[in-house]
């Protein structure tokens, strides 16, 4: 078991700034935990208390049910993946992941089995006498992990492993991480300020800002079911249509109390005259046009102010084209003047 447990953690620095106030979190054993949000929204100092990087200012941390907050980082039987590899650049591929076993005092064959079970795993076996300056981004990324694996922790927290690799390879990673973590079956806790690497790879993401937890859910919940505002624009691409209720001019009746209605790009679709269903509909003009491959992004100045739309390459609009667009009732997110999620 690895559960991860903080109870009313708070992290203040020594210039008073409080980046964490009573934060209450469990992560389950076994899941993969994305936390995401902003620069500045606490994730990273989370990640580094539960590392025991950084003190905890009160609070509790518990790992498998026990108190960790005075427990030394090299005894808490985790493994630690940083964004800028910190690969020994002397040593061979070999000698990196190598390294924590020869200081665990691990017998010659014993390291020898690990480092060729752990290196096939990760793609590297035909790269294990290189040094890191031999190798692309990618394969140094697969080094760090590698020596995190061999270690067999509980625990793997990474904080943005990502983020120097382009694009193509980090789709190539996030693919790479998720079949290692149902490998591996460990607890993952995952760092990034990408939200579709959240919604990609996570089995629970905790959206964070301002060190406070906007929401924790499964990445379907959290899409499909914000809970605030700042979730449903914060979780997406584009981000939520927030329209406030006023500006719809008496098109929809709605709950007492529903001070903005949301919908998301994908839900705009072009006005249907046969269709049955229940719906809003409004007239848009074309202000901008995203090719995205398979999909377009267009925004639209619309009598609501101006609306993203997310539409299938067979829908081709130019600049300054006029359309009718609807958005089922249905898919209509409703929320109160505090920004938080109400029925409608």
Not at 55 to 82: K, T, W
Not at 211 to 225: A, E, W
Request: glycine share 6%.
């Amino acid at each position: 078991m690895s559960e991860i447990i903080l109870k009313n953690v708070c992290k203040t620095y020594e210039n008073k700034n409080t980046v964490i106030e009573n934060l209450n979190l469990t992560i389950q054993d076994g899941s993969f935990t994305v936390l995401v949000g902003p620069s500045g929204c606490g994730k990273s100092t989370t990640l580094r208390m539960i590392a025991g990087l950084e003190d905890i200012s009160s609070g509790e941390l518990l790992i498998d049910g026990q108190r960790m907050n005075e427990v030394d980082p090299v005894h808490r039987d985790i493994a630690m993946v940083f964004q800028n590899y910190a690969l020994y650049p002397t040593m061979s591929v070999r000698g990196n992941i190598e390294f924590g076993l020869i200081n665990a005092k691990v017998p010659k064959a014993e390291r020898d089995r690990l480092i060729e079970e752990i290196a096939q795993m990760v793609g590297l076996s035909e790269h294990l006498n290189k040094k890191p300056s031999q190798l692309s981004g990618g394969q140094r990324q697969r080094v760090a992990l590698a020596r995190a694996m061999v270690k067999k922790p509980k625990v793997f927290l990474m904080d943005e492993p990502l983020s120097n690799l382009d694009a193509k390879l980090r789709n190539k990673m996030r693919s790479d991480l998720i079949e290692l973590h149902h490998k591996l079956k460990a607890t993952f806790v995952y760092v990034t300020h990408d939200q579709v690497e959240a919604l990609s790879m996570a089995t629970d993401i905790v959206l964070m800002n301002k060190g406070v937890i906007m929401q924790h859910d499964k990445p379907s919940i959290i899409y499909n079911q914000p809970k605030n505002i700042f979730t449903a624009q914060f979780i997406g691409t584009p981000e939520m249509n927030i329209i406030p209720q006023e500006d719809f001019k008496g098109q929809i009746e709605v709950t007492e109390g529903v001070a903005f209605i949301g919908f998301r790009p994908s839900k705009v679709k072009m006005y249907d005259p046969n269709t049955t269903k229940s719906h809003i509909t409004f007239k848009g003009q074309v202000l901008t046009k995203e090719m995205l491959g398979s999909e377009i992004i267009y925004r639209l100045a619309t009598p609501m102010g101006v609306v993203s739309m997310k539409a299938f390459s067979d829908i081709d609009l130019a600049l300054d084209d006029e359309l009718d667009v609807m958005v089922e009732r249905k898919n209509l997110h409703y929320f109160d003047e505090n920004k938080e999620a109400m029925e409608g």
